[in-house]
Antibody
Framework: DVQLVESGGGLVQPGRSLRLSCTAS????????MHWVRQAPGKGLEWVSV????????GYADSVKGRFTISRDNAKNSLYLQMNSLRSEDTALYYC?????????????WGQGALVTVSS | EIVMTQSPATLSVSPGERVTLSCRAS??????LAWHQQKPGQAPRLLIY???TRATGIPARFSGSGSGTEFTLTISSLQSEDFAVYYC???????????FGQGTKLEIK
């Protein structure tokens, strides 16, 4: 079964930075685009970012553009999200998700999430 | 920016009933529409993509239809494990953009 395990979450002060990681297993990581999606407590899903299999195509939600950077290391089967200039409204459970092979914007497997709390 | 609107926000239904959830796009999105199910305390699960294609392992009681601006997810006979929140998801290839609806909660009547 596909395994996606997020790490790096925690409590951080507004304006500071945090880096999330997602370690993938049980599938050929470098064949698939990967996403980050977040969910504020008690709220719905909000897409954050996508990166293609070879890092050649990247997209961001307007709410994080210029502050967050997605990246991947295919040799390590890992996906990352560098989050800078964090705000209280970035508080959420951050999911890493795998895309379908031929539909890079359809998310077909999700991790269990990493909680990020932005508060002073 | 395309806005996805789901209705109703909450639906109370009984096991065994047929239920239809709606998702409307503020402008045409062709068939670039997926549905996800999320149970409390769990990650979402993909049910349907390309408006009507069931994802791997999804039971046949789940079906999707629609194109353009109006989409539906139908569950033919509700099982106890189907009570959850359902999200529609639009996707646009370039520039890459993913937009979720606000969700419909199915609760037991």
């Amino acid at each position: 079964d596909v395994q996606l395990v997020e790490s790096g979450g925690g409590l951080v002060q507004p304006g500071r930075s945090l880096r999330l990681s997602c370690t993938a297993s049980e599938f050929t990581f470098d064949d698939y685009a990967m996403h980050w999606v977040r969910q504020a407590p008690g709220k719905g899903l909000e897409w954050v970012s996508v990166i293609s299999w070879n890092s050649g195509s990247i997209g961001y939600a307007d709410s994080v553009k210029g502050r967050f950077t997605i990246s991947r290391d295919n040799a390590k089967n890992s996906l990352y999200l560098q989050m800078n200039s964090l705000r209280s409204e970035d508080t959420a459970l951050y999911y890493c998700a795998k895309a379908l092979r031929f539909d890079w914007l359809v998310l077909d497997y999700w991790g269990q999430g990493a909680l990020v709390t932005v508060s002073s | 920016e395309i806005v996805m609107t789901q209705s109703p926000a909450t639906l109370s239904v009984s096991p065994g009933e047929r239920v239809t959830l709606s998702c409307r796009a503020s402008q045409s999105v062709s068939s670039n529409l997926a549905w996800h199910q999320q149970k409390p305390g769990q990650a979402p699960r993909l049910l349907i993509y390309d408006a009507s294609t069931r994802a791997t392992g999804i039971p046949a009681r789940f079906s999707g239809s629609g194109s353009g601006t109006e989409f539906t997810l139908t569950i033919s006979s509700l099982q106890s494990e189907d009570f959850a929140v359902y999200y529609c998801q639009h996707y646009n290839n370039w520039p890459p953009r993913v937009t979720f609806g606000q969700g419909t909660k199915l609760e037991i009547k």
